[in-house]
């Protein structure tokens, strides 16, 4: 009865601090004052969004320190990192204290680190806790940390609706208060040592495993085994009778299982992993860029008032597309459907609500396009670590997966550029030539109508790509349903 408490109390633990440490996420809502404080251009703007992303590039040195120092240590180090970063952003912002441009760029990179040290630990956490339930301990865990600026709007609008710096403030001091309130059942945890190294990888690279049952992939792990073995006798995904240059182009190269553990070396080689990096290239990534300019979009439209309205939004369903993410899992058995074929029906919201950005400036656009783009690049954040973990082997996910998420750091800079530099010529022209030119502000629908356009153009590129994707592994996860069957009827 004690050791089931202690699991549920680190359950909570760990939601509590993945609530409240999605910091980057409330960006949109300050990033207009901050913007004015600093008298920078939307370009600049935009490389301090990126800084923020290229922070979670160095989450892997948190598994280093796991290695030689307790949970709640590394807890309170990412915190600490947080305090430091947005606290000293708070008093730039609040003209307290005067930095260069590239002090403030660094500042942004060391509070996006925070953000992945306390990824690990929570994954972490989740991992030892319940290696049994992984899978639902882990999407709960990941479903909370969309929520996180909608919970910073709740308390900045209680605080003082009208104070945008005290975003900073706040992602600077409540995860250092999460991190004091979840620390009794953190600091019971079993020395580290007792972890396997398995886990230990995955807390480096800040990843979560296969979301799949342990004894799933076991019996998996035994299919393919037989499989290799009569490889001369079954060939199941045979390329016989088909005929044409599509059906060719889906058989050519083409995972046969699911489950085969690929080297980083043999990873880069494969068609399907390219396919599946564009789909969460110009899927997810370009999701998240949004929510990094929401500020802006709202600001140019006229809506000012209602950036934290927008936000809360994008925010709430983030929260339940990731919590949707989770629905293959759920309808195992009754439905047998292809996680990329969820994947592809996922990306599908976004560039329909791109497009209906660039035809409407109305508020009620806005709001829609938020809610679809939230809901789409939330499922898509956590559904990738399955589907990294199902296509290229469990054993692998952690550095494949890491290899993955390299397009988000490079789709926030070329993404954000592209919108910068649209939006930084908008100001410079004629038509806004009267309009807070000092402020590098831009008003009105063309500010960002070529932008929305070419995102819009760039996520149906990421659909088309999670498509053939879906129709060339579909065979394989069909294969793996049937054997699965095959042996419980046995």
């Given amino acids: 009865m004690a050791v089931q408490s202690r699991k549920w109390m680190i359950l909570v633990a760990t939601i509590w601090i993945q609530a409240f440490t999605g910091t980057n996420f409330d960006f949109s809502s300050y990033s207009s004052t901050f913007k004015s404080v ?43 990192f947080g305090f430091f970063g947005y606290a000293l952003q708070w008093l730039v912002i609040k003209q307290f204290i005067s930095m260069p441009y590239f002090l403030v760029f660094l500042l942004c990179l060391v509070a996006g680190c925070s953000i992945t040290w306390f990824n690990t630990v929570c994954f972490v956490l989740c991992i030892r806790n319940f290696p049994n339930n992984r899978a639902l301990a882990l999407s709960l865990t990941i479903s909370f940390n969309g929520v996180s600026a909608a919970l910073y709007t709740l308390i900045a609008n209680a605080i003082n609706p009208e104070d945008d710096t005290l975003y900073p403030f706040l992602n600077a001091v409540v995860p250092l208060l999460a991190s004091c309130i979840a620390l009794i059942p953190v600091i019971h945890q079993p020395p580290l ?122 925010s709430s369903f983030s929260f339940f597309g990731r919590l949707l993410s989770a629905a293959p899992d759920f309808l195992h058995g009754k439905v047998n459907f292809a996680r990329t074929g969820w994947l592809a029906v996922a990306l599908v919201p976004t560039p329909v609500a791109f497009f209906l950005l660039a035809v409407s400036g109305s508020e009620a656009a ?99 790509s999670s498509f053939l994707l879906f129709l060339r592994t579909g065979p394989a996860y069909d294969y793996y349903e049937t054997n699965l069957s095959r042996s419980e009827d046995l």
């Fill in 193 to 314: 040592q007792l972890l396997s190294a398995n886990t230990i990888k995955t807390g480096v690279f800040v990843l979560i495993p296969s979301l799949d049952d342990p004894n799933e992939l076991e019996l998996h792990k035994e299919l393919i085994e037989k499989d290799q073995n009569n490889s001369l006798n079954i060939e199941p995904f045979s390329a016989t009778n088909k005929e044409g240059f599509f059906d060719k182009v889906l058989e050519k190269g083409r995972l046969k299982m699911l489950g085969e553990e690929h080297s980083a070396r043999l990873l880069v080689c494969q068609s399907d992993f390219w396919l599946y990096y564009v789909a969460y290239f110009c899927g997810g990534t370009i999701g998240l860029v949004y929510s990094n300019n929401l500020g802006q979009i709202a600001q140019s439209l006229g809506y000012d008032s209602n950036i934290s309205t927008v936000v809360t939004l994008y």
């Fill in 38 to 80: 600093l008298g920078i251009s939307q370009v600049q703007l935009n490389y301090l969004s990126v800084a923020s992303d290229m922070g979670k590039a160095f989450g892997w040195c948190s598994g280093v320190f796991l290695m030689y120092f307790p949970l709640w240590v590394v807890m309170f180090m990412a915190a600490f």
């Fill in 366 to 464: 806005l709001l829609t396009s938020t809610a679809l783009i939230g809901l789409s690049s939330g499922f898509v954040f956590s559904a990738a670590v399955s589907i990294t973990s199902e296509l290229f082997g469990p054993n692998s996910a952690s550095i494949n997966h890491n290899i993955l998420i390299t397009n988000i750091p490079i789709g926030s800079l070329l993404y954000g550029l592209l919108a910068a530099l649209v939006y930084d010529s908008k100001v410079r022209s004629p038509i806004n030539e009267n309009v807070l030119q000092e402020a590098m502000v831009c008003m009105g629908k063309d500010c960002y109508m070529h932008t929305f356009i070419s995102w819009g153009c760039i996520s149906l590129l990421g659909l088309i």
